[in-house]
């Protein structure tokens, strides 16, 4: 059985985003009860996070937002509309960074074979120089950081939230080490993530952008990874397969818009695992993105977690609607002309 890692801090509990905002600790409460009521909590590996250094921060965020977030640890700080800070957020934020670090260095030292960090704040909207959307620092970018500084060459990260991880492309938008392939709602928050963003200089082509409709299930989902995601990412043959796992497409989601349900999260992880099998050789780390139905976060969860450990798949029904064809096709025309494993 795969040696499966765990990382909750019970400093995520203490990041507040104010009252009544759906980025709420309860959320990790979540992850835990599903997991436990699925039977798997027992067949995890405890990970215990660490903070982050600045250095390894340093490699995506400039030393302005770093130290901007550190000024105000102590305090209640609002960054944007709806993204704010409390006196514990930077203590979270930096350990959530720092847990995504460990698990990648506990992968790639081959003491667990992969990992899932429940992390809080998420991370994947932090963009190089600001927090948004109820994001503080690139959890998933620093992790991805963390390899290349080991030396890895081929980084994938596979960002399934239903929002586009708009720090992320822009972390690794010229650096054509790193393979970024988001599918999300389009046009929605945060307004980026259109087709025709496929990165710049050496880095053209490997940002890869699948803007959806709303109103998508498990059937366009499992069509749109195994179609396009899976070709694109078995050609680029990562090292290494970075999740951003947000659980906001659920269907009872209250932002997402979405209909996906738990067998299809774990398809999208059979996707990544199978995009893992070349040189990764099965590595795949997983952090929590967003995901704001509590029922949801925990069945999703140990969907996601069980195929994770090599628990049996969960059947999947939905079946694709009509027209979605064309969809998949203007996938194909975009990104064909850098991923010849799309073309006809
Ligand atoms: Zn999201």
Redesign the pocket.
């Known amino acids: 059985m795969a040696r499966v890692g765990f990382c909750l801090d019970p400093v995520f509990l203490e990041h507040d985003a104010g009252p009544g905002h759906p980025e709420r600790p309860e959320r990790l409460a979540a992850v835990e009860r599903g997991l436990r009521e699925a039977g798997l909590a027992k067949a995890l590996v405890p990970l215990p996070a660490r903070a982050a250094t600045r250095e390894e921060l340093l490699r995506v965020h400039t030393a302005a937002h770093v130290d901007r977030l550190a000024a105000a640890a102590g305090h209640r700080v609002r960054l944007d509309p709806d993204t704010a800070m409390s006196p514990r957020s930077h203590d979270a934020a930096v350990r959530a960074a720092g847990a995504v670090v460990e698990a990648v260095e506990q992968v790639l030292d081959g003491r667990l074979d992969r990992a899932f960090c429940a992390v809080r704040p998420p991370g994947h909207h932090a963009t190089p120089d600001r927090a948004m959307g109820f994001c503080l620092l690139n959890n998933v970018a620093v992790g991805a950081a963390a390899a290349l500084a080991r030396g890895l060459t081929r980084v994938a990260v596979i960002d399934f939230?239903?929002?586009h991880g708009n720090g992320t492309q822009d972390a690794f938008w010229t650096d054509p080490r790193v393979l970024f392939v988001s599918s999300h709602r389009f046009p929605f928050y945060p307004g980026t993530g259109d087709l025709d963003e496929t990165g710049e200089g050496e880095g053209r082509g490997f940002t890869v952008n699948l803007p959806m409709p709303a109103g998508l299930g498990d059937g366009e989902y499992r069509r749109v990874y195994r179609e396009i995601v899976e070709p694109i990412g078995r050609a680029f043959d990562p090292q290494l397969v970075l999740v951003s796992a947000?659980f906001?497409p659920h269907r009872d989601d209250p932002l997402g818009g979405m209909a996906v349900t738990p067998p299809g999260f774990a398809e999208l992880m059979d996707v990544c695992l199978a995009v893992a099998s070349g040189a990764a050789r099965g590595r795949v780390v997983a952090a929590l993105?967003?995901g704001y139905d509590l029922g949801g976060i925990a069945t999703s969860t140990a969907a996601v977690v069980g195929r994770m450990l090599g628990r049996p798949k969960p059947a999947l029904t939905d079946a694709p609607t009509q027209g979605f064809e064309k969809q998949l096709g203007a996938y194909r025309s975009a990104h064909a002309l850098h991923w010849a494993a799309l073309r006809p």
């Open positions: 939230d239903v929002h947000g906001d993105e967003g």
